[in-house]
């Protein structure tokens, strides 16, 4: 295991910034978002979890410690955590910080389009069998190749707590076959032995900007009581393809519940609600079908 390659030194420099991304499959930057920002979320993310009873009695509220069985995502006593998380602005108000949208800008060369769909994953210790697998996130993702992902712990994530890990330059073989595998997003891939996987600890308001088919997975919970809360959402350049699917919540197939209407009722009026609606070059189109899905 290697430590990520740290990109701050080459932020002000976007074609380092690119030739990087293509090296690698992936930026790390850190103190990208205000840390402060980050914290505000993981508190208001932690109060729902204490509300739920999946919190340790008697501790600090911002150390997430549980001594829950695990709840597994899309589990029934996981869904009102998540419709509530969901409500929160904060949480969608991240990605839109300028600090991202500038450091896409210089990516992609154009202006940008924050994809909707927001994901948090609130993953239990002692469940590292059901975390997420090995993937690359086209799969799921489509629209156009060259979307990337950006995963941030919602506050400090040291490497015994688990976070992200990557697989160095993976993105070169292209894309992967898949296998049914347990976990968020239900597939596994193989992998190449020869490839380094890279992670490092997460601070509160550090960036993981990879491309579609860098393959990525979470990373184990060593620790017998700290849950791992992190956010991850995604930006194409104006001119990309985005699957329709992305312009909805996380989990709207789950029904009205997790719809924007249910979940933006609250802040319907500030810039982050619908804020795709105000941007003037959204390609938005059906999901391309897989071969052999
Ligand atoms: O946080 C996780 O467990 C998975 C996140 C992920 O795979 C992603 O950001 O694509």
Request: include cysteine; hydrophobic fraction near 35%.
């Amino acid at each position: 295991m290697q430590p990520f390659v740290e990109s701050n030194d080459v932020l002000d420099d976007p074609s380092a910034l690119r030739k990087r991304l293509r090296k690698y499959g992936y930026l790390f930057i850190r103190d990208l978002l205000p840390r402060e920002d980050v914290l505000n979320v993981r508190r208001e993310v932690l109060e729902i979890c204490r509300d739920m009873g999946w919190l340790r009695e008697g501790e600090d509220l911002m150390d997430g410690l549980t001594d829950h069985a695990p709840i597994g995502e899309g589990a029934d006593e996981w869904k009102p955590m998540y419709k509530r998380l969901q409500s929160l602005e904060g949480f969608h108000k991240l990605k839109l910080h300028e600090n991202v949208r500038r450091l896409m800008e210089d990516l992609f060369e154009e202006p940008v389009v924050p994809l909707p769909m927001t994901i948090s994953r609130v993953a239990f210790p002692r469940d590292n069998e059901n975390g997420t697998q090995p993937h690359q996130d086209w799969v799921y993702v489509r629209g156009s190749m060259s979307i990337l992902s950006c995963w941030g712990a919602l506050g400090d994530v040291p490497i015994k707590v688990g976070g992200l890990k990557l697989l160095s330059e993976s993105h070169k073989a292209g894309l992967l076959t898949t296998m049914p595998a347990p976990g968020p997003g239900g597939n596994i891939v193989a992998v190449d032995p020869d490839l380094e996987w890279h992670q490092s600890d997460f601070r509160a308001g550090d960036l993981l900007i990879f491309l579609p088919l860098t393959v990525h997975a979470a990373a184990e919970n060593h620790t017998p009581d700290r849950l791992r809360i992190s956010i991850d959402f995604r930006y194409a350049g104006e001119s990309h393809t985005i699957s329709q699917t992305w312009m909805q919540p996380h989990y709207h197939w789950f029904g009205d519940e997790f719809s924007w209407d249910a979940l933006d009722k609250e802040w319907r009026d500030s810039p982050t609600a619908r804020y795709w609606e105000r941007l003037p070059n959204v390609k938005a189109r059906p999901p391309q079908k897989m071969p052999g899905w």
